[in-house]
T-cell receptor, first 116, second 112 residues
Framework: SQQGEEDPQALSIQEGENATMNCSYK?????LQWYRQNSGRGLVHLIL?????REKHSGRLRVTLDTSKKSSSLLITASRAADTASYFC????????????????FGQGTILTVHP | NAGVTQTPKFRVLKTGQSMTLLCAQD?????MYWYRQDPGMGLRLIHY???????AKGEVPDGYNVSRLKKQNFLLGLESAAPSQTSVYFC???????????FGSGTRLTVV
C-alpha cells in the first residue's frame, strides 16, 4: 500500500512561475524525502526533512513538514523548463527501534510540466 | 564515481524463463534496495539488504529472490518469469543513518 499520496497528480505551469506539490501520509515517520524523476531515468534525491524539522531549503526548493497534519509540501520557485519531471515524496518509517532500516514508501508522484 | 549501476538496461523474457538483474554500487553503502515501478503504482519495495550476507522481504517479494554475497553487489533473480513481472526495476543504495537513496538508472523488463 502507498504511504504517501501526492496532490495534484499533474501540474502544468509557465516558466518563471512557482510550483507547489503536496504530499500526505498515514503513519508516523522518521523523515520524509522528495525525489525527481526525468522521463525514462532513475530517481534523484532532492531533499530530506526529519520529523523534528518544519521547513528546509535547498536552492530553489523549499520543503515544509507538518507532522500534526501528516503532510508535506514541495515548492519550486522560479521554475524552468528543465524542472519538467515527475516528483515523488517518500516516507521513512518512525520505528523507534530502527528496524525499519530506512525503507522508503513512495507516493504515486506529481507530473510537473514547465512550459518555456 | 559511477554510483549505482544496473545491468542489463533492457530485457525481454518469455514466460517461464529465468534471469538475474545485477546492481553494483561503488560508494561503500551498507543498505541496498530493489524496487519495481509500474504505471499509476509508484515504486514498491521488493527486497532489501542491510549488509553483506543479509536480505529481507519488502512489500512485493513473491516471485523474486535476492542475494548479497558482496557488499557492493545486490542481485535480483526471477526464477520463472510471469507477465505480471513486466515492469521497470530500480536498485538503490544508501549509507547508514537517515540519508537519501542513490538510484540506478533502471532495468526495463518485458515478459511475454
Amino acid at each position: 500500500s502507498q504511504q504517501g499520496e501526492e496532490d495534484p497528480q499533474a501540474l502544468s505551469i509557465q516558466e518563471g512561475e512557482n510550483a507547489t506539490m503536496n504530499c500526505s501520509y498515514k503513519t508516523s515517520i522518521n523523515n520524509l524525502q522528495w525525489y525527481r524523476q526525468n522521463s525514462g531515468r532513475g530517481l534523484v534525491h532532492l531533499i530530506l526533512i526529519r520529523s523534528n524539522e518544519r521547513e528546509k531549503h535547498s536552492g530553489r526548493l523549499r520543503v515544509t513538514l507538518d507532522t500534526s497534519k501528516k503532510s508535506s509540501s514541495l515548492l519550486i520557485t522560479a521554475s524552468r523548463a528543465a524542472d519538467t519531471a515527475s516528483y515523488f515524496c517518500a516516507t521513512a518509517g518512525g520505528n523507534a527501534g530502527g528496524t525499519s532500516y530506512g525503507k522508503l514508501t513512495f507516493g504515486q508522484g506529481t507530473i510537473l510540466t514547465v512550459h518555456p | 564515481n559511477a554510483g549505482v549501476t544496473q545491468t542489463p538496461k533492457f530485457r525481454v523474457l518469455k514466460t517461464g524463463q529465468s534471469m538475474t538483474l545485477l546492481c553494483a554500487q561503488d560508494m561503500n553503502h551498507e543498505y541496498m534496495y530493489w524496487y519495481r515501478q509500474d504505471p499509476g503504482m509508484g515504486l514498491r519495495l521488493i527486497h532489501y539488504s542491510v549488509g553483506e550476507g543479509t536480505t529481507a522481504k519488502g512489500e512485493v517479494p513473491d516471485g523474486y529472490n535476492v542475494s548479497r554475497l558482496k557488499k557492493q553487489n545486490f542481485l535480483l533473480g526471477l526464477e520463472s518469469a510471469a507477465p505480471s513481472q513486466t515492469s521497470v526495476y530500480f536498485c538503490a543504495s544508501r549509507m547508514a543513518g537517515g540519508t537519501g537513496y542513490t538510484f540506478g538508472s533502471g532495468t526495463r523488463l518485458t515478459v511475454v
